[in-house]
């Protein structure tokens, strides 16, 4: 596509259920990452994939969190069990990264923006 | 942990002066970048600086990077409102070719 696409763009959920967001990057892409943002806070690096591994999982909060990446295009973030501190926007960015290139600029989705009540 | 700390974390200025933002962090970089972002959703790119230049230009935008300081600035000329935004600045320090985000600038500009 033309740029990277996440949905739902907005999910409400209960606490203790389950919930998948997915990220299509921009084709080509081989670097993708998700990202957590509080109200009004910065940005919280969760995973990075380059192709289909994960080569830096250290930003997932807990064993709640998981997330895979399937023939090096679509993701998909897990989180189980959901609480109410789960709460904020997930943005997924994907980048033409190259080793050494040096030129890691990253494209961004509109986000995820999950409420657990 | 945040590599880059932004500073000052809001700033409201009138539409026409310039705004200036300015960002630290604490590791060599292969390069910084600056990002925008509108009402809490993606980010956009402004601009890249790469670690052996020291100043760039794009359009309004003025980037200047001196790694001895660590430090990095972003000036804005003549704003305008809708430049109102969070801005955030992120390092490449190359090896997994992970970018680091600061905490972000709040911009508000006033018509």
């Known amino acids: 596509g033309a740029g990277v696409s996440q949905s739902p763009s907005n999910k409400v959920t209960e606490k203790g259920k389950d919930v998948e967001l997915r990220c299509d990057p921009i084709?080509?892409?081989?670097?993708l990452y998700w990202y957590r943002q509080s109200l009004g806070q910065g940005l919280e690096f969760l995973i990075y994939f380059q192709g289909n591994s994960a080569p830096d999982k250290s930003g997932l909060p807990s064993d709640r969190f998981s997330a895979e990446r399937t023939g090096g295009s679509v993701s998909t973030l897990t989180i189980q069990r959901t609480q109410q501190e789960d709460s904020a926007v997930y943005l997924c960015?994907?980048?033409?990264?190259?080793?050494?290139?040096?030129?890691?600029?990253?494209?961004f989705g509109a986000g995820t923006r999950l409420s657990v009540l | 942990s945040q590599q880059g700390e932004e500073d000052p974390q809001a700033l409201s200025i009138q539409e026409g002066e310039n705004a200036t933002m300015n960002c630290s962090y604490k590791?060599?970089?292969?390069?910084l970048q600056w990002y925008r972002q509108n009402s809490g959703r993606g980010l956009v790119h402004l601009i890249l600086i790469r670690s052996n230049e020291r100043e760039k230009h794009s359009g309004r935008l003025r980037v200047t990077l001196d790694t001895s300081k660590k430090s990095s600035s972003l000036l804005i000329t003549a704003s305008r409102a809708a430049d109102t935004a969070s801005y955030f600045c992120a390092t490449d320090s190359g090896g997994y070719q992970k970018v680091t985000f600061g905490t972000g600038t709040k911009l508000q500009v006033i018509p």
């Open positions: 590791t060599s970089i292969n390069n």
């Open positions: 960015a994907s980048s033409l990264a190259g080793r050494g290139m040096g030129l890691n600029i990253q494209y």
């Open positions: 084709s080509g892409h081989t670097a």
